[in-house]
């Protein structure tokens, strides 16, 4: 008896009995891949589309699966809360919850079904790698996919993506600016700025908030060559005139003369050293009393969060040669490349924005 008192008493204690934490985290693939697989199956948009419940053997036989597989599968979404239960009198039927109609269906406007796709045919199989990157210190890119990390941009704009395949990567690429887009342009009041260059705009997502939130201002989409092409024929429409383009790589090639440079998830890709260059010919580019506003997932400054932005920088690893930093590293990138009186702004959502400036007469 004494034997086992002894034996508690030296028992390490634990604030929870039950590591019900712990236990969620080792889970939490399972609720991804759950998501994952509900999207790249089309359930959320067939229930979008029937507009009234549906039961699994509908579903299943709609989207030719097995029914065992689709019972399992809607019943883990309703305990997710994706989707809402109806007990009939012969079964079970399914309906969208409004945050799966609203981000989870391919006709919504704020849709995140092309991230989706990305996070699991890319993002989940490099992170297949993390052990390897963090013993590495290097992406894993040529790991999961055979493709050379040095040309990780190559690759994932190569000439042989067909236009609908650009179209979706793009479409992927720039969904986050639907919900945070007009955040991190109103973080500071950008007025002052009415020529704009976004560099690496893409499809212009980050464009379309500026002209909307500063009527005055003009906005050019600085992009590689086929990027352009298909941001012209699928996403900026002549109704955006205040859009324009300019084709390059904003490595090699001449960055356009402009009042304000918006460098939007690129810095997060590179090393410091690639940063610190890239924001040089920024300066140089920008005229006197101009600004150039990054847009990144800051870290706080000792280390504790956000967990966003904590596993974004694992990501950046794995996927990369960049990381996502503090404020004060960016300001310390910003200061190395001329730009001074840098400030920063945390929006409360996924991205935050540094801004920094060019002094009047240099």
């Known amino acids: 008896m004494a034997e086992d008192q002894e034996r508690q008493a030296d028992a390490p204690q634990t604030s929870e009995a039950y590591p019900r934490k712990i236990l969620q985290y080792m889970e939490g693939f399972l609720i991804s891949k759950t998501v994952f697989t509900a999207c790249e199956l089309g359930v959320f948009d067939a229930l979008h589309e029937a507009q009234r419940p549906l039961s699994a053997a509908q579903l299943s036989a709609a989207l030719g699966t097995s029914l065992d597989g689709m019972e399992r ?96 990567f793009m479409q992927l690429m720039n969904s986050i600016w639907n919900i945070c887009g007009r955040d991190v342009v109103t973080a500071f009041d950008l007025s002052p700025f009415k020529d704009i260059c976004d560099l690496g705009g893409c499809s212009g997502a980050l464009a379309k908030h500026c002209t909307s939130a500063y009527p005055q201002c003009t906005v050019t989409i600085f992009d590689l060559p086929k990027v352009v092409r298909t941001s012209r024929e699928h996403f900026v429409t002549g109704a955006h005139s205040r859009i324009g383009f300019h084709e390059g790589d904003f490595f090699s090639d001449p960055i356009p003369k402009a009042d304000l440079y918006i460098l939007a998830r690129i810095l997060h890709d590179w090393s410091d050293q690639c940063c610190v260059e890239l924001l040089s010919r920024v300066y140089e580019a920008c005229n006197p009393g101009g600004a150039v506003l990054v847009v990144e997932a800051l870290l706080f400054e000792d280390g504790s969060g956000p967990l966003t932005a904590q596993l974004y920088s694992l990501n950046m690893l794995v996927q990369t040669e960049g990381r996502e930093r503090t404020a004060a590293q960016y300001t310390a990138l910003l200061s190395a490349a001329g730009f001074t009186h840098v400030q920063h702004r945390f929006t409360q959502k996924t991205y935050d924005a540094v801004l920094g400036r060019k002094e009047t007469g240099r």
């Open 73 to 168: 599968l809607l019943s883990a979404c309703t305990g997710l809360e994706l989707l809402r239960a109806h007990q009939g009198t012969e079964a079970v039927s399914y309906s969208n919850s409004d945050e799966a109609s609203v981000y989870l269906t391919h006709s919504s406007p704020v849709s995140l079904y092309h991230s989706i796709q990305y996070s699991s045919k890319t993002i989940y199989l490099c992170w297949h790698h993390l052990t390897d990157a963090i013993r590495e210190g290097r992406n894993q890119y040529e790991k999961a996919f055979g493709v050379n990390s040095k040309d990780l941009f190559q690759a994932l704009y190569r000439n042989d993506r067909s236009d609908e395949e650009m179209v979706k």
